[in-house]
């Protein structure tokens, strides 16, 4: 990762550069899902909390950041740096631009700044993304915007090449223990009610298979496996249109049952402070089940 940094026409402005070994349209969706966006879009140190989130041009955004040292000052709060926004421009596997200011009272922290991430093919496969911060306010120091700006993109890295490590694969996260050839039916109860669903639930995305993995019901330990439709299968409108623009997670459901390949070994769980909240946002919601 390289890094510019400078003034232009008095906007304090910093740039990172890093390259992810995944494609474009990885990194894209993680971008756009809030869920992972708690995961990288945080410096080292620190916890995200994504309040609001509405993935469209003009869509609102209100995060907040909570040092793990609770002796450490915040902008909004005693430990809690938050921010609140809109996204002014969106365009499908190259950018994502935002502005947002700080919630304070310091007139130092105060102003709005722009937020812009694109996306471009790498000479040597994988995508090189490029961060700009401008108007960064004058009591937050250049180098720290740039230290979490760093931080960040390397998690976001992480994160989408731990996507695309297993390319072209479907995934279902459970408490079952199963095998390989074991046939996953519909007809269970969801994550959302006891209410059996006609539909089985799948995702080409670890994250989306993750929280599968998390939230299903039962006492076994949170699987995640390899699996292969059997038959026809559509978006699922609890994470598309209906819920989120497209379908970023890449989630889907079908009628007909799922067949085990393997379990996917070392994916990395949520915290259980994130687990909660997930459950807590779910509570007493019907899932679509037309």
Do not use: C
């Amino acid at each position: 990762m390289t890094t510019d940094e400078g003034q232009v026409s008095s906007i304090r402005t910093t740039r990172v550069h890093q390259h992810v070994r995944a494609p474009r349209a990885v990194v894209y969706r993680l971008l756009l899902d809030p869920s992972a966006l708690a995961r990288w879009k945080v410096p080292d140190g620190m916890t995200a909390s994504v309040h609001t989130f509405q993935a469209a041009e003009g869509g609102e955004i209100r995060v907040s950041l909570t040092y793990d040292d609770n002796q450490a000052g915040g902008k909004s709060a005693a430990h809690t740096d938050t921010y609140s926004g809109r996204f002014i421009q969106l365009v499908q596997d190259e950018r994502v631009i935002e502005v947002h200011s700080f919630e304070t009272d310091d007139p130092a922290l105060r102003g709005q700044m722009t937020s812009s991430i694109i996306l471009s093919d790498a000479p040597n496969g994988g995508t090189d993304v490029t961060g700009i911060h401008e108007g960064v306010p004058p009591g937050i120091s250049l180098a720290d915007n740039e230290t979490g700006w760093r931080m960040a993109l390397r998690k976001l890295a992480a994160l989408a090449e731990s996507e695309s490590g297993d390319s072209g694969a479907f995934y279902h996260g459970t408490r079952a223990e199963l095998n390989p050839d074991d046939l996953i039916h519909p007809g269970y109860s969801s994550n959302y009610t006891t209410r059996r669903s006609p539909w089985v639930y799948f995702s080409e995305t670890l994250n989306a298979a993750t929280w599968g993995a998390e939230l299903a019901k039962g006492e076994g330990r949170s699987r995640i496996y390899v699996v292969e439709p059997t038959g026809p299968f559509v978006d699922d409108p609890n994470l598309t249109n209906q819920r989120f623009p497209g379908n970023p997670t890449r989630s889907y459901r079908s009628g007909a049952p799922l067949r085990v390949m393997r379990e996917h070994l070392g994916w990395e769980p949520h915290s259980p402070e994130e687990i909660q909240a997930m459950k807590d946002g779910i509570a007493g919601k019907e899932p679509i089940d037309d």
